[in-house]
Structures are given as structure tokens and as C-alpha cells.
């Protein structure tokens, strides 16, 4: 209970509790955590316990723990994936009341959330552990939640710009796109320019959420060590490109998204915004590792300087 209540800085420390017989059953309902064992544990301590360990080995707690931690981050990283979408498809509509013809229209929205980022993000579950998993800090659920401030910096503040600029430079890289801007009445050649531009817009946002699906798969580890381990991950990534081909290319889907059909060209311009992402990411990654590493240096030096001062201590 005094860890409870006054661990961690005066917030309270979430504790973990083994037992097996009668008398550890108030200390393992008091925990946040009960553990009874399953073979030589007794009745009451079980019906006390939230978990009970049917091959009574302490090694088995470490694997929960991990799933626990591993769980908790795949749902972090498919929130993460999920809103790093909505700033490039909220911007368009305020640029349009500044003049600039509508970039990304509601079908194409929708086509992105429900007919591809749902599915990847449902992905997320079957995500592998990073290798550094176990040796970062716990996350403690009161201090930090898993949708925090750094998240929503991360997927607005970060990566939905990055996208948005992405989007907007292969909008405005579409022939003929200027003389569009403060028209109100477009002419043919006008209106087919603009439904260049959208399918460029759409088809940057669908590549630039591809590259920040692969990017999320891992906090600070490089993707290039991690790989592609995730298969439902990939072939949800496949089917992403299925279905933006097909409303792009699909003259019954032209009409109802408002797209138009893309040069060879035109289909390969967005795919450097893949290449951008993913450089942002990489150096990230690496300013995030070496921070990693200086925090535990750092902490490793405390401990060595209060273990030796301990020493030096009068009785130490």
C-alpha cells in the first residue's frame, strides 16, 4: 500500500503481487496485479489472483508482461497510422474557400479511411515486437496514456504535415492547375486539370500513408534492421494499391470519386514522397536511438556513483 501510494514521485506505483497460499490472498487482491500459482496454489489465493500461472514459472510472468507491453504498442501505432491522415484531408477544404480548386473531394476521403486505412491499421495486431522491447522503461498508465500529446504531435504536428506538403507539391504539379485558381465557372479543359490534380492529390495521400504504415512499425528501431515481418501488414499494403488503381483507372469509378486516369509518369511522381517519408523517418529514428542510449548511460553513471558512495559511506 506505501508503494501504492506514494511511489513514483508521490503518484503511486502500479504493483504486482505473487502468492500461493491463504495467507498471500489480501496481498494479492490489494495489488494491481495478483499472480497466484496454478499447480500449488491454493483455492483462495487463486479466486484473489487476477492471473494465475498454470505451470507455476515466474518465467511465464516476463512473457505476459512482454505480450502486455507488445499489445498496448501496436494499438499506440495503429492510432498513430490512423490519424496521420487527417490534416491532408481537412486542409483541402479551407484552401478551397482561399481559391484553390477542391484538391480532395468527400468520396475520395471516405475511399482512404474506409477502403484502405482500416484495414492497415486492423494489421497492426499481428505487428512483431521490436528487438528493444523489454528493455525500455514501463509505461506507467496515470504518468503516460497511450494517446498523449506525443502521439498527437507525432501524426498532426509531424507526419500529417509532412503529408500534406507532399500532396500539395504533386497537386500543383499538375499541367494547366494555375489557371484554375480563383475561377468559379471552370471550362473543360479547366475541369479535367482539376481532376488531374485531385487524382494526384489522392494518389500522393494513398503512397504517403503506405509510407508512414511501414514507418510505424517500429519506434526507434530502423526499418531497414526490422524488415517487412508483418505479412497481413503487406498484403494489406497490396490491396491499399488494388483499390487506389482501381478508382483511378475504372471509368464507372472516375465518375463517382472524380478522378481521371494518370500517365505513367504522373503514377510514378508520388511514390517520392514514399522516399521522403521514409528518409524523415530513418534520421529520426536515429536521433531518438541515441537519445535512448544517452538516457541509459546517464542513469547507468547515477547508479554506479550512489553504489560507490554507498561504499564510502561511515559503515558502508
Request: proline share 4%.
Amino acid at each position: 500500500q506505501a508503494y501504492q501510494k506514494y511511489g513514483y514521485g508521490g503518484i503511486g506505483d502500479i504493483c504486482a503481487m505473487t502468492g500461493d497460499g491463504v495467507n498471500d490472498a489480501p496481498a494479492l487482491k490489494q495489488a494491481e496485479v495478483g499472480v497466484a500459482m496454478g499447480i500449488r496454489g491454493t483455492e483462495v489465493a487463486k479466486d484473489a489472483a487476477d492471473i494465475v500461472l498454470q505451470n507455476d514459472n515466474f518465467a511465464s510472468i516476463i512473457d505476459g508482461i512482454e505480450q502486455g507491453r507488445l499489445c498496448s504498442t501496436n494499438l499506440r501505432k495503429s492510432i498513430m497510422y490512423t490519424l496521420c491522415s487527417k490534416v491532408p484531408q481537412c486542409l483541402p477544404n479551407f484552401m478551397e474557400l482561399a481559391g484553390v480548386p477542391l484538391a480532395l473531394n468527400v468520396a475520395q476521403v471516405l475511399a482512404v479511411d474506409i477502403g484502405t486505412d482500416i484495414w492497415t491499421a486492423i494489421a497492426y495486431a499481428w505487428q512483431p515486437k521490436e528487438s528493444a522491447l523489454m528493455t525500455r522503461k514501463p509505461r506507467h498508465p496515470m504518468v503516460e496514456k497511450i494517446v498523449n500529446g506525443g502521439v498527437l504531435a507525432y501524426s498532426y504536428g509531424y507526419m500529417g504535415v509532412l503529408q500534406s506538403a507532399l500532396c500539395w507539391a504533386m497537386f500543383f504539379s499538375a499541367p494547366g492547375i494555375f489557371n484554375s485558381l480563383g475561377v468559379v465557372d471552370y471550362s473543360p479543359d479547366q475541369e479535367h486539370a482539376n481532376h488531374v490534380a485531385s487524382t494526384l492529390y489522392f494518389y500522393t495521400l494513398v503512397v504517403g500513408q503506405i509510407a508512414a504504415a511501414l514507418a510505424n512499425t517500429t519506434n526507434q528501431e530502423s526499418l531497414f534492421n526490422y524488415g517487412l515481418p508483418n505479412m497481413k501488414l503487406n498484403i494489406c499494403i497490396m490491396l491499399e494499391l488494388t483499390f487506389a488503381a482501381l478508382i483511378i483507372y475504372v471509368p464507372g469509378l472516375n465518375n463517382v470519386f472524380l478522378t481521371t486516369g494518370l500517365t505513367g509518369k504522373q503514377m510514378l511522381y508520388p511514390w517520392m514522397a514514399f522516399l521522403v517519408i521514409t528518409i524523415f523517418e530513418e534520421v529520426r529514428k536515429t536521433f531518438v536511438r541515441g537519445e535512448e542510449s544517452a538516457r541509459e548511460a546517464a542513469e547507468d553513471a547515477a547508479e554506479e556513483a550512489a553504489a560507490a558512495a554507498a561504499l564510502a559511506a561511515p559503515g558502508g
